[in-house]
């Protein structure tokens, strides 16, 4: 039918895992998507992102869409995030606040569960911010930041990782290489793996815990990679 020319359902999962991945997807090939699918809210507003908010809602989103799919939610790991110390600013005051959104939502945002790694200097920057400063705006003195964040995140939840016992280091091990495979799909020889995970672990004995935690998963990386390529174990 004439009406349904541009309707091709064949691209409607190419397009919906472009844009689980985070890639740009045309508007043109959305719209016949949606119309296709008999949703009509795309209507309501425009599909374009403009400004930082809706790519947040997205994220909020994603968590909702989880646990209709199923599954209990999602976590979501923000690595290097003490980078934002190091930004001018201006940069930082956006930062700040689009963390605040993240960690103070203005209303509970179900199935979406961020998990961030800062080191100290993020902690150290946030406190020593000048809250005071402010800006003209209009002829309008205003505050530079939004809100005095040192004192909002004061009783956030913080997990510092420690040293731990070689006890510890194993039982962990354990548990990484078990989430490893679940995520990818694999089945680890324990007894083997296990003892690469501590040798590996003696190699970097003097590094600091999240670089031993890298080089655990890594070793996961590498074992699971001889596994797909056929490849002899280290013992052999």
């Not at 508007?27 to 809706?54: I, N, Q, T």
């Not at 790694?117 to 402010?134: G, K, N, P, S, W």
Request: hydrophobic residues 40%; proline residues 5%; contains cysteine.
């Amino acid at each position: 039918m004439k009406k349904h020319a541009a309707f091709h359902p064949d691209e409607f999962p190419y397009l919906l895992a472009r844009a689980l991945k985070g890639e740009a997807v045309p508007v043109h090939s959305l719209r016949p998507a949606f119309r296709y699918r008999k949703v009509f809210f795309y209507k309501d507003a425009s599909m374009r992102c403009r400004g930082w908010e809706p790519y947040l809602g997205m994220l909020f989103g994603l968590g909702q869409l989880f646990q209709k799919m199923g599954f209990k939610g999602w976590v979501a790991l923000f690595d290097e995030a003490e980078s934002i110390a190091q930004i001018r600013v201006d940069s930082r005051k956006k930062s700040y606040q689009i963390l605040h959104r993240i960690f103070a939502p203005e209303t509970p945002v179900a199935g979406f569960y961020p998990v961030f790694a800062f080191t100290d200097d993020f902690f150290l920057q946030v406190q020593h911010e000048d809250y005071d400063r402010i800006k003209m705006v209009k002829g309008t003195e205003t505050p530079y930041f939004e809100k005095n964040y040192a004192d909002l995140w004061r009783d956030m939840d913080i997990y510092r990782l420690r040293e731990l016992s070689s006890k510890e280091w194993i039982d962990l091990s354990v548990k990484l290489m078990v989430v490893h495979a679940k995520a990818y799909g694999w089945e680890p020889s324990e007894r083997e793996t296990c003892e690469e995970m501590m040798l590996r672990l003696s190699e970097t004995r003097d590094q600091e815990a999240r670089m031993k935690l890298k080089a655990l998963v890594d070793q996961l990386d590498m074992v699971q990679q001889r596994q797909i390529l056929g490849e002899p174990d280290v013992q052999e």
